[in-house]
């Protein structure tokens, strides 16, 4: 039997013939060659030899900065940058463990929370969180409108009074705010409606659960919109603790309360604010946007 008909009959008829090698062969040093001889080490290599060339990497090696943990009362200040400095104020035991307790219980049970609908690129969706607005005006956001409520609950009116006296700020609305486990959340956002006015002051009173407030700063404008390696800051938020946001966080900074996937009881949030008028030319829920005066 020839060596064609041999290899079709154990490969099947698809088998081809191997191919001729007409190039130059490989040299391989043995152990039968001179022992004066000096191989190269690459003595496996054929034909010409090809050195490693290190490459500068077209962009700039950027290390991921650390998160920072604020947890102890003080003033901090997170930035500095064209749009001003941007100022946290964290006053721990702003109510003590019993007006804490009874605030939370009575707010719990006597405001009138209500779950929003929301709109992202024109599909609704329902917030995971219930809230409830007080102000003489609306308020929109996420392209849905709180309408105006000056029916105040008597207890906020004296929580107000309280926090504008420790932050020495005016406030004429609330939006309160209510995460009943640790799934309710709310996602990345700037408080920078154009009716809060330019660098509004958002005092942000906590009770119930421990949550943790996490920011991370805009990025700059080469980066385009990546957050990869910007700063970070978690604050671990308290039963009767209170959180002022003050100066450019609001241009600088974006927040979030994340979910979290283990048990977590209620807790209501109390961001006291200072809403205008929506300013002439403005949709409502337009966003003010800071920008760097050409000189």
Not at 20 to 32: D, R, Y
Not at 243 to 269: F, S
């Amino acid at each position: 039997m020839s060596d064609k008909r041999q290899r079709a009959r154990v490969q099947g008829s698809w088998a081809k013939q191997l191919p001729k090698h007409s190039g130059p062969k490989c040299a391989v040093t043995t152990n039968h060659q001179s022992q004066n001889a000096n191989p190269a080490p690459t003595s496996w290599a054929c034909g010409s030899q090809k050195t490693f060339e290190f490459q500068q990497p077209t962009k700039p090696v950027r290390d991921v900065p650390p998160e920072k943990v604020i947890e102890q009362a003080g003033v901090y200040e997170i930035s500095h940058g064209p749009s001003g400095v941007s100022r946290l104020r964290l006053l721990s035991g702003f109510l003590s463990p019993e007006q804490a307790d009874w605030t939370f219980s009575k707010l719990l049970a006597e405001l009138p929370w209500s779950q929003k609908t929301n709109y992202r690129q024109g599909e609704a969706y329902e917030e995971p969180r219930l809230t409830c607005w007080y102000g003489d005006l609306p308020y929109t956001y996420s392209q849905s409108t709180m309408a105006a409520n000056a029916q105040w609950h008597p207890l906020l009116l004296t929580l107000r009074e309280a926090v504008e006296q420790a932050s020495g700020c005016s406030f004429n609305s609330l939006l309160c705010n209510l995460y009943r486990d640790g799934h309710d959340s709310i996602g990345w956002h700037s408080d920078d409606e154009a009716s809060l006015g330019a660098k509004p002051t958002i005092a942000s009173l906590s009770l119930g659960d421990t949550r943790v407030f996490s920011l991370r700063k805009q990025p700059p404008p080469e980066d385009n919109g990546d957050y990869t390696y910007v700063e970070r800051i978690r604050v671990p938020l308290s039963h009767g603790t209170l959180l002022l946001m003050e100066g450019a966080t609001q241009d600088d900074w974006q927040h979030q309360v994340a979910k979290e996937y283990h048990d977590r009881g209620p807790r209501i949030n109390l961001t006291f604010r200072t809403i205008h008028p929506e300013p002439e030319g403005h949709r409502p829920g337009m966003k003010h946007r800071f920008t760097v005066k050409q000189h």
